[in-house]
């Protein structure tokens, strides 16, 4: 069982250069988002979608950006990296949030430093 | 004030002691309670939930929930080394797409 798989595991990145971040996760999950943990922050929400073509933003979405073209796949693309999105990326699937608990599922994450 | 609050801890524990790891939130309208656990460099797991108040029991695990108080409780029994992780509470109101709710986290550490 894959479940939920985020590459690369680890990147290092120059201030202004371009990275997609990939997640797929092969439960047939409608709902899929993506977080960044910061040590004292806690995971915050970046983007989150309930279905293919649908994406909306979560409590820090400035300077990421999302699209949704399948079930399966949840790209988080960061157009020109700066130093304060160094963190640690976690993308998390679940069926959709209305029907019942719906855990969220998590991949192992992407650690990214940007100099 | 935000949603949920969760003391970041560190905690620091003999092998068999019990801990006690708490939530308080403030949106009355949370039904759906999960207490995740994540270890170093791995991403969360889910380890309890539960729906509205009481208590569940999972083997060394007990998850409880007092809506009146608007606080969640995660017991570990005989805590063992393996236990030391962090622990992340989680809660969710009924319907609708919205989004889970995280406290930060409290960091444990269970010493033989």
């Known amino acids: 069982n894959a479940g939920v798989t985020q590459t690369p595991k680890f990147q290092v990145l120059k201030t202004g250069q371009s990275m997609t971040l990939q997640c797929a996760q092969d439960?047939?999950?409608?709902?899929m988002s993506w977080y960044r943990q910061d040590p004292g922050m806690g995971l915050r929400l970046i983007h989150y979608?309930?279905?293919?073509?649908?994406?909306d933003q979560g409590e820090v979405p400035n300077g990421y950006n999302v699209s949704r073209s399948t079930t399966e796949d949840f790209p988080l693309r960061l157009l020109s990296a700066a130093p304060s999105q160094t963190s640690v990326y976690f993308c998390?699937?679940?069926?959709?949030?209305?029907?019942?608990?719906?855990?969220?599922?998590f991949g192992n994450g992407t650690r990214l430093t940007v100099t | 004030q935000k949603e949920v609050e969760q003391d970041p801890g560190p905690l620091s524990v003999p092998e068999g002691a019990i801990v006690s790891l708490n939530c308080t939130y403030s949106?009355?309208?949370?039904?759906?309670f999960m207490w995740y656990r994540q270890y170093s460099r791995k991403g969360p797991e889910l380890l309890m939930y539960?729906?509205?108040?009481g208590n569940k029991e999972d083997g060394r695990f007990t998850a409880q929930v007092d809506k009146s108080s608007k606080y969640i409780s995660l017991f570990i029994r005989d805590s063992q080394p393996s236990d030391s992780a962090t622990y992340l509470c989680?809660?969710?109101?009924?319907?609708?797409?919205?989004?889970?709710?995280f406290g930060k986290g409290t960091r444990l550490s269970v010493i033989a």
């Open positions: 998390a699937s679940s069926y959709a949030p209305g029907q019942g608990y719906s855990p969220l599922h």
């Open positions: 439960m047939n999950h409608e709902y």
């Open positions: 979608s309930v279905g293919a073509g649908i994406t």
């Open positions: 949106n009355s309208a949370f039904q759906y």
């Open positions: 539960t729906y509205s108040s």
């Open positions: 989680a809660m969710r109101r009924r319907g609708g797409n919205t989004p889970l709710v």
